[in-house]
């Protein structure tokens, strides 16, 4: 085991617990188990050549290991993604997703908790590398009745402050998400605004998808099946996004209204149910298996919350796109000098695109159900 990474997961120790001195109680107990738990990963991770030697990974693993560098590559040289230290280690001591995911929404309105932490600002989310101390957490929220939602990320980003490994999961996913895994966490290294998440994981999950696309392309032509699969799953996600665009849009109306609690509490059960099935129409027009578990988890705020983060603008970021002449790089560098001048992200390239940031959700009986409440 090198001991360089050895070193650099003690480096991560020291620093989570000089920025957890001015923290306490629970926070600084998060800190902690999240320190040793970074530690943990980076103390396992071995160089990729060694990686590819070993016996625990099949074929099919081998190859997508072998194409990391070259996503890397195409990553810091086409898109203009920062150039760092990640992926060039592997972690293959649990199959498992590395981090597990928190967050929670008040009942009666889409605003995620969110928790301060040096360095990144206000997250809504908790990560947790143990599966006991998510559920944990999720059980202490429902306690303050909050919605809470328990999921896992295949991947994260220390925004380069560390060596980031490639971890087993990654590897074992197809070779498409691999690419927009690591064209994702290598876009939150290049820009990424403290306290907004729905700008930083708009962003990267464009320059994942998009990018991914791209990336096929230059190295199989434009008709080569992963190119092709590439683009159908840009085409589920603009479907995906303006289907939760709409979604939230309504459940939005609802809780502005002046109703009372428990109404307004019904009443977004049958949003939900409406919602369930407005997705089982969508079903037929998907053309890769991505969203097709969505209606299987209890719909909540939470849940719906974090979803909406990741996909909910995403015609407005490939707007922003096109405005750029559909060049990534060009866009992230406008996207860099817009971000100097400070303020909410979202709203600022909602006045560059052009969009109106209502959106069109046209007669669905999603957002005309919800109009009609407000008429009563």
Not at 151 to 169: E, K, Q
Not at 206 to 217: C, D, I, W
Not at 222 to 239: F, I, N, Q, S, Y
Request: a negative charge.
């Amino acid at each position: 085991m090198p001991t360089k990474i050895r070193h650099t997961g003690g480096l991560l120790f020291v620093l989570l617990l000089v920025l957890s001195l001015s923290l306490s109680g629970c926070r600084l107990t998060y800190l902690l188990h999240a320190a040793v738990g970074q530690a943990k990963l980076l103390s396992g991770a071995v160089p990729m050549e060694q990686g590819l030697n070993e016996t625990v990974l099949g074929a099919e693993e081998k190859e997508r290991l072998h194409l990391v560098p070259r996503i890397k590559v195409f990553g810091e040289e086409v898109l203009g993604l920062k150039r760092t230290n990640n992926y060039e280690t592997v972690y293959l001591a649990s199959p498992s997703p590395p981090l597990y995911v928190v967050s929670a929404c008040p009942r009666d309105r889409l605003v995620p908790v969110t928790w301060w932490f040096p360095i990144v600002g206000r997250m809504p989310y908790l990560g947790f590398f143990d599966l006991d101390k998510a559920r944990a957490e999720k059980n202490r929220l429902i306690e303050k009745d909050l919605d809470v939602s328990l999921g896992s990320a295949a991947a994260y980003s220390t925004l380069g402050w560390f060596r980031d490994p490639v971890t087993l999961n990654m590897i074992e996913e197809s070779t498409l998400d691999l690419v927009e895994i690591i064209l994702h966490e290598m876009t939150h290294t290049t820009l990424y605004i403290k306290g907004q998440g729905a700008f930083n994981e708009g962003l990267a999950s464009l320059v994942g998808k998009v990018g991914a696309q791209v990336f096929f392309e230059n190295l199989h032509g434009p008709a080569h099946p992963l190119t092709m699969e590439a683009g159908d799953a840009l085409d589920d996600e603009r479907l995906i996004a303006s289907y939760m665009d709409c979604l939230l849009k309504g459940l939005e109306i609802l809780y502005a209204l002046p109703l009372p609690y428990d109404e307004k509490m019904a009443r977004r059960e049958e949003i939900f149910s409406e919602a369930l099935k407005e997705f089982e129409g969508l079903k037929p027009r998907l053309k890769t298996d991505r969203f097709r578990t969505l209606g299987h988890v209890p719909l909540n705020n939470a849940y719906l919350a974090t979803v909406g983060l990741y996909h909910r603008h995403f015609h407005l970021f490939e707007q922003m796109l096109r405005k750029n002449g559909n060049d990534i790089k060009e866009n992230l560098d406008y996207l860099q000098r817009l971000a100097e001048g400070g303020g909410d992200m979202l709203e600022r390239m909602y006045e560059f695109s052009c969009l109106k940031e209502p959106g069109n959700c046209g007669h669905g009986s999603l957002f005309s159900k919800t109009k009609g409440h407000g008429k009563d």
